[in-house]
């Protein structure tokens, strides 16, 4: 039987192939990890919507949203009067505060229910009216990305805006509510051997 060898040139082709598969490799490894190495906006705004800070929450309404839900019938006023003027035969001191009316029970929340827990709510600062369903804050854009050297090595400062997404609220509480406005604010990432990591966020 006659035996047949591979040819010189069908030798170099498959030395030639195997070398292309190798530094086909190598350069998806050093891709991958250049790429891990860089935080570009898109990973920013992944990382910064993926923290504690930004899960869905409750809705404090402000002022604004205060009034407009209290000419809406979703709040009321509650009066609440305290202590006894001999001159007068009246009420010493009378305050009036935002209630949850029944009509607006399904869209708004307020921890006091009585006059004695508004008096005492008042003191603290507390008794906020939010809204029953929870919204979801998200970034709306990274404006831009630097270097912060420091004595750990360095970090990156993200400039970043946000505002609250209201679509998950009932459209007719949303009408009471003043269009969402976004809020400019800073993250700090810094580099870790499994890639970058939030570190804070500022105001």
């Not at 603290?124 to 990274?142: D, F, L, S, W, Y």
Request: net charge positive.
């Amino acid at each position: 039987m006659r035996r047949t060898f591979p040819t010189d040139s069908l030798i170099w082709r498959k030395a030639i192939k195997q070398i292309g598969v190798v530094v086909v490799l190598a350069l998806v490894g050093i891709t991958a990890c250049s790429s891990s190495k860089e935080l570009t906006r898109g990973k920013a705004k992944s990382l910064i919507e993926a923290s504690n800070g930004y899960q869905p929450a409750h809705l404090s309404l402000s002022q604004q949203d205060l009034k407009a839900a209290l000419a809406d019938k979703y709040l009321a006023i509650l009066t609440v009067s305290s202590g006894y003027n001999m001159l007068t035969r009246g009420p010493l001191f009378t305050r009036s505060y935002y209630n949850v009316s029944p009509e607006g029970e399904k869209f708004l929340s307020c921890p006091c229910k009585t006059a004695q827990q508004f008096e005492a709510g008042a003191q603290r600062g507390q008794c906020p009216i939010t809204t029953v369903g929870t919204v979801r804050p998200h970034v709306v854009e990274v404006t831009g990305i630097t270097d912060i050297p420091d004595a750990m090595g360095g970090g990156k400062l993200a400039q970043y805006r946000w505002v609250y997404d209201y679509d998950s609220l009932p459209s007719e509480i949303r009408k009471s509510l003043a269009p969402p406005q976004p809020q400019a604010w800073s993250a700090k990432f810094r580099l870790y051997d499994d890639g970058w990591r939030l570190e804070g966020l500022n105001q």
